[in-house]
């Protein structure tokens, strides 16, 4: 019934709580549908009726502090939860990868997160809690994250970017304490690619 059209073309109208204009909850039928309506069938609201606004993953993490309240989970990377997790094939975790992406990927698409990170020393904090972890957290997904987010400020040319940029040289790539005891392979990659770029 899903898949083959019948219920999508045996619908006569169908309202979505985030399709409003003010009071009016617009018909958000299928387009090639028969009307039965002289005039598109539009709904008022009731009074009390609100409609459904959604926001950005930027703005809803600045509304709850910003990029800094991610941090504290980078301290909690070795501690023993009664979950079993899902580690890779080779047994590594992806938990830290995962969050690592997660700020980059923050990071290269917001401006606001920017200079959040520029104010709070983003790098240095996540740089210090990372030497804390264990170091099998620093994967080559890690690694790969932060040299996308590399590329990325090295491309984009403004006083934030290049701040950013500084911070993640000094404090994360040229941090030795932080490499030192990761595996070969990271640790190739990683100055291989300071070597082609520096």
Known sequence: ????????????????PVAT??????????????????????ALMLQDVKAI??????STLNSIGGIQILFPLLGQLDTPTGVATSPKPDGK???????????????????TVQQ????????????????KASRNHITEDVLNSLLSLTKYLVTVNNSTTE??????LDHILFNPALWIYTPTMVQTK?????????
């Open 163 to 168: 701040l950013l940029l500084k911070q993640l």
């Open 116 to 131: 959040h990170m520029v104010q709070n020393k983003g790098f240095l904090v996540i740089s210090y809690l990372l030497q």
């Open 53 to 58: 606004t959604t926001h950005s993953i930027h």
């Open 1 to 16: 019934v899903l898949y083959d059209g019948k219920l999508s073309s045996a619908i006569v109208f169908m309202y979505n």
């Open 93 to 111: 975790p992806t938990i830290c990868s995962t969050l690592i992406g997660f700020i980059c990927d923050l990071v290269e698409h917001s401006t």
């Open 21 to 42: 204009d003010s009071q009016l909850c617009l018909q958000a039928a299928p387009k090639g549908n028969f009307s039965y309506f002289v005039h598109t069938p539009h």
């Open 190 to 198: 990683l100055y291989m690619y300071l070597f082609r770029s520096v």
